[in-house]
């Protein structure tokens, strides 16, 4: 794709990201929700602070799985340059990474129905978040870099996918100061 070719913003991008950020804050409000049921809440009603942290982890699951979707849509570059791109790289991995959290979060809910703690699959969810999708965007760039494999694209796609990967390792280093602070 040559540069005079690089993708303006279209209203199918558009709609793509608002329902994207749609989902992410109906996400957000149901994780919250499950989180402040799971573990339980606070003398006044209110769940404990902790559960905030699975506030932007709904929210970056879906832009992840948006911004990869506007990403991989044509006009691109060809794939294997197109996933070069750290933004892209960076949802992709969310994405990943979120497929395996629902895999590990049902299966530990079916355990649960064989006498587990009613807690354990929230515990779960935020130790698999807390050693999950943060360090692994900053190890897939790390490798990327070292392997001089690593093509940002000057594209509002990259950027802002390069902006959701921050977001993802900005709430992993939460998620693990939360933990240690707990």
Do not use: K
């Amino acid at each position: 794709m040559r540069p005079s070719e690089r993708r303006r913003y279209g209203l199918l991008d558009l709609m793509i990201v608002i329902a994207g950020a749609a989902l992410g804050c109906a996400l957000t409000i149901q994780y919250r929700a499950f989180f402040a049921d799971a573990m339980g809440r606070h003398e006044m009603g209110y769940p404990p602070d902790w559960t905030l942290l699975a506030a932007p982890d709904g929210f970056l699951q879906a832009l992840s799985v948006s911004f990869l979707v506007v990403a991989l849509r044509r006009p691109r570059p060809p794939l294997r340059r197109a996933l070069r791109a750290p933004g892209t790289q960076a949802c992709f991995v969310g994405v990943v990474v979120t497929a395996l959290q629902v895999l590990v979060c049902a299966s530990v809910s079916a355990y649960r129905l064989n006498g587990a703690p009613p807690w354990a699959p929230a515990a779960v969810f935020l130790i698999f978040l807390a050693v999950g999708t943060g360090p692994a965007v900053l190890l897939v760039w790390l490798v990327a870099w070292l392997t001089r494999t690593c093509r940002p694209e000057p594209t509002w796609v990259d950027r802002v996918g390069r902006l959701v990967g921050a977001g993802w390792v900005v709430a992993g280093v939460c998620v693990q100061v939360m933990i240690v602070l707990a």
